[in-house]
């Protein structure tokens, strides 16, 4: 039987590999905090104590690590994968990260016979928990159909898109857009409740016209109750909107919206909102 690995057991990767131990498959896990295990262990997966470890014992190891230093320290560090990578083993990584980090994993890990997938998934804590993930894998073919019944597991849209690189710059492409989109909505509700608005009212007239969306319908919950549990911490956000930022710059294509949206989280983040979930911005913006 196949084994398999997941490394980084964050909010959506403890989800996903939870989904992957239900879902009958033989799981390895790695955390860089050893305590994040231990829900697993309790369920039956098998821990290591290294992804270096991981990549020795399983056929196909996934990581969902949180930013593209956290990527290549997994992969290059001392301990990494890229050490117990041998032919025919598949690598594959739902991280968000640059296409250039992608595709430097890439090359290490084919120069030792390896397989690489990048598959970064659009979709937070409770579409990671509900399996109803978006997932936007690129790169070895041979490697996507196999873990195809795996990524099933996780996703409700699965889609193949080319060559590594790709999948990393649609999912910048998606969260540019969702991070305007909130602040979008943060600004609005602010300005709404200076107004003397009532904030339920402007979210139902929103959710009845051409701006209804799942998002506003569930961030505005949070802003409503004035809790933000972070299923999509605003760190993230803002690291995303970098890549964003640094991707413009690359195609020389202006990005003039994305710009002052990442300067907003970014105030967030100096407010020590980074943990929160992103829709916490909402509190640096209703500030007198």
């Known amino acids: 039987m ?9 909010i959506m990767g403890t989800a996903m590999a939870t989904n992957l131990v239900k879902g009958g498959y033989p799981v390895t896990v790695w955390n860089r905090s050893p305590g994040k295990t231990e829900e697993l262990a309790a369920m039956g997966a098998r821990v290591a104590l290294s992804p270096a470890a991981v ?8 990581a969902m690590l949180s930013d593209p230093a956290a990527a290549r320290t997994v992969c290059f560090g001392d301990q990494g994968v890229l050490g117990a990578m041998t032919a025919g083993k598949g690598y594959v990584d739902f991280s968000t990260v ?5 595709l430097e994993i890439r ?30 894998a690129a790169g070895d073919r041979s490697l996507y159909d196999e873990v195809l019944p795996c990524l099933e597991k996780l996703g409700k849209k699965i889609l193949h898109l080319g060559a590594v690189g790709n999948g990393a710059r649609m999912k910048i492409v998606v969260n540019l857009i ?37 998002l506003f319908r569930l961030k505005g919950e949070n ?24 991707l413009g710059d690359e195609l020389m294509q202006r990005l003039p919206c994305t710009a002052a ?5 970014k105030g967030a983040r100096q407010a020590a909102l980074g943990e929160e979930d992103f829709s916490s911005l909402f509190k640096t913006l209703r500030r007198p």
């Open 2 to 10: 196949k084994q398999y690995g997941f490394l980084g057991l964050g």
């Open 55 to 62: 990549m020795a014992h399983c056929d196909i190891t996934f």
């Open 107 to 136: 090359t290490a890990l084919i120069a030792r016979g390896g397989r690489f997938l990048e598959a970064p998934v659009s979709g937070s804590k409770k579409p990671a928990e509900d399996g109803s993930l978006i997932i936007l």
């Open 98 to 102: 640059d296409a250039a980090t992608s």
């Open 178 to 214: 969702m991070g305007g989109m909130m602040a979008a909505l943060c600004e609005g509700l602010a300005l709404g409740e200076k107004s003397q608005l009532n904030l339920v009212e402007i979210l139902d007239v929103l959710d009845a016209g051409a701006l209804g969306n799942p």
């Open 223 to 246: 802003i409503i109750a004035d809790a933000y549990p972070a299923a999509f911490p605003l760190k993230h956000m803002q690291k995303d909107l970098r890549l964003a930022i640094d």
């Open 261 to 265: 949206v990442n300067e907003l989280f």
